[in-house]
């Protein structure tokens, strides 16, 4: 994919601005900002919404899962012997 230089985005404002006119141009860049923060604001609600579903280790026990099940004095047993 090539990618866009200064020369470029000069043709691409020139051919925007005989499209639109000046008038419509701070309309345009208005709906563009509008479009890209509410974009950003959705992306970072989602990561964090993912985020919050993993569940953090539990500090005091090095991040092992504490069992509660099994038969005392069983490999896993919460119970000390």
Do not use: C, W, Y
């Amino acid at each position: 994919m090539p990618n866009i230089g200064v020369p470029e985005l000069i043709i691409l404002l020139v051919v925007v601005l005989i499209i639109f006119g000046p008038g419509k141009l701070p309309d345009i860049g208005n709906a563009i900002g509008r479009g890209v923060r509410e974009f950003r604001k959705a992306s970072s609600d989602l990561e964090d919404s993912i985020r919050g579903e993993t569940t953090p280790a539990q500090p005091g026990n090095g991040g092992a899962p504490s069992s509660t099940t099994g038969t005392p004095g069983s490999a896993g047993s919460a119970e000390p012997e």
